[in-house]
């Protein structure tokens, strides 16, 4: 059982673009859609759409629309009231995949919100696999909420990944000796948030230096953070691919060719796929095949939409092993 956490659920609003965004100009659209949104929903619904045991928890209403949308799709979930509507967050895809997304803050929290669904996580995470904790924290939540999480989970027997950025991000790896998960997926930008990399070494150049062959800022990034955290590193650095360093070893993995529609829910989908992989114990050259893969697929679909199983192909994923053996 994977159990997904969203603390800031939204409904994700694409509106597609034939030409480019230019600021100030009226631009006439060729399609939108809506979906469920939010980090942890959509791993759950690529977990889900893969015929695995997963529960989304998330905070909402139980007339909220997002609600409706995932009793529709038969998402398995539970929630803890908040008075107001889900957010909504707005994408802007351009012809060439580009992609320029608007998030809104979310859904402020009370005491008891918090109170609440902190409860129903710890309640949930008894007996899962995996528990995945995902997304930014709405305004009223502590930037050190996930780590007040971990410490409480740490002894239920769960493992515990972490997909953030920003400040909940500072704040865990402020902790990683007291609050250290099992799993970290950050991307490019991120990674270098985490290591603190100069600002030379910033997520563009992480992500254009692997494109361009160059995996060393990358992999030295990654291996610090795994060595800081003791937990695996699952780095997703764009159409470049992924890097995985784990006490077994480092890979690194190109994705097969693909035409980009949108890149919203990509490394969702990459922490679908590299969960789902380890519950079925999976080695992790083929962990890491199966997160790029599903990654990729994700990023060929458009709108926020988890792939299919069928669309997943890890055999086109190219894995080159960097060391391996016991760190
Ligand atoms: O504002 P957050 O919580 O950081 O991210 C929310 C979000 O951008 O993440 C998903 C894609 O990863 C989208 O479905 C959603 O709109």
Redesign the pocket.
Known sequence: MIVTV?????I?RTIALAATLTRGAVLRASGSRR?????G??VARAVAAAGDDVCALFPAAADDPLVTELIADGLPHACVPVPTEVRT?L?VTEGDGTTT?I??P?TAWTDTTRAQFTELIVSRASGADWVAL????PPGVPEDWYVQLIVGLRGLGCRIAV????APLCALAASFDTAAPHLLKPNGHELAQLVNAPSAVDADDLETRAAAGDLTPALDAAATLHERSGAAVLATLGAAGALLVTDEGAWFGTPPPIEPRST?????SSLAGYLLADTHGLPPEQRLALAISYGAAAAALPG?QPPQPTMVNPSEVTITTLTSGAA
């Open positions: 969203t603390a800031n659920p939204s994700d979906e469920p949104g939010g980090k929903i959509n967050n994408t997304k998030n809104l979310g995902c997304g930014s924290l997909d953030t950025s920003d919203v829910g990509a490394g969702d926020t």
